[in-house]
């Protein structure tokens, strides 16, 4: 059984419950220091840590909205996420958007379910720009979550390096050539026919709309710090 609340811990755990239901992510710290009307963040802190040893909550560690409701007293009932840095931008309508290299070229995660990666290797997720794969589900904007390999098989969608330019397609090999086709009705699209210059830079996990309500949070990578 749960130990009760006081009167303050209530007030605190209602409104982060009523933030969650309304906003479908977390309040951050600052959010609820101007609710409690403190001005030391450290108040929060002390709050949110009884509310943690009372089983009321839990919370993610390096994140900034990272506060999930524990129903019950299984860890179970908790949704984890995980922060999915978002390192590049890739072309859908052709190769006109350029690799970002390095290991620290991001600004920016997203917070994903971790059963949507779990069992994967190295996951990050990019920006689809263009609407050559429309008809697979990904629109100009959407984020692509991306397992990191240069392994795929025949009709994978994958992320692709030609040259100096990067771009997502379905994967087909056939009669020894490498082709990589749009997946689209509008017939402007055309697949590439590869000969040289070509690596798989990874596998297509899913695809996670812009505007989905189902995003935790999209935040910048400083802000996690």
């Known amino acids: 059984?749960?130990?009760?609340?006081?009167?303050?811990?209530?007030?605190?755990?209602?409104?982060?419950?009523?933030?969650?239901?309304?906003?479908?992510?977390?309040?951050?710290?600052?959010?609820?220091?101007?609710?409690?009307?403190?001005?030391?963040?450290?108040?929060?802190?002390?709050?949110?840590?009884?509310?943690?040893?009372?089983?009321?909550?839990?919370?993610?560690?390096?994140?900034?909205?990272?506060?999930?409701?524990?129903?019950?007293g299984s860890p179970d009932a908790v949704t984890w996420t995980t922060a999915v840095p978002v390192r590049a931008s890739v072309g859908c309508d052709d190769l006109s958007t350029f690799v970002n290299g390095g290991e620290t070229d991001y600004d920016e995660s997203i917070n994903v379910d971790n059963k949507l990666i779990e069992k994967k290797g190295k996951v990050v997720a990019v920006r689809a720009v263009g609407n050559s794969m429309n008809d697979a589900g990904i629109e100009d904007g959407d984020y692509i979550l991306v397992e990191v390999t240069d392994k795929a098989h025949n009709g994978d969608r994958v992320i692709a390096i030609v040259g100096d330019m990067i771009t997502v397609k379905k994967l087909e090999k056939k009669n020894g050539m490498i082709i990589l086709r749009p997946e689209s009705r509008d017939l402007k699209y055309k697949p590439i026919i590869l000969s040289e210059n070509f690596k798989i830079a990874g596998k297509v996990i899913c695809t996670i709309p812009a505007d989905s309500r189902d995003i935790t949070e999209v935040i910048p990578i400083r802000d996690l710090v």
């Open 1 to 72: 059984m749960k130990s009760p609340l006081t009167k303050k811990q209530q007030d605190i755990y209602t409104y982060i419950r009523q933030y969650l239901n309304r906003q479908r992510c977390s309040p951050t710290l600052n959010e609820l220091r101007q609710h409690l009307k403190v001005g030391s963040l450290n108040t929060v802190v002390d709050h949110l840590k009884t509310l943690e040893q009372k089983g009321y909550i839990v919370r993610q560690k390096h994140a900034k909205r990272n506060i999930q409701l524990r129903e019950t």
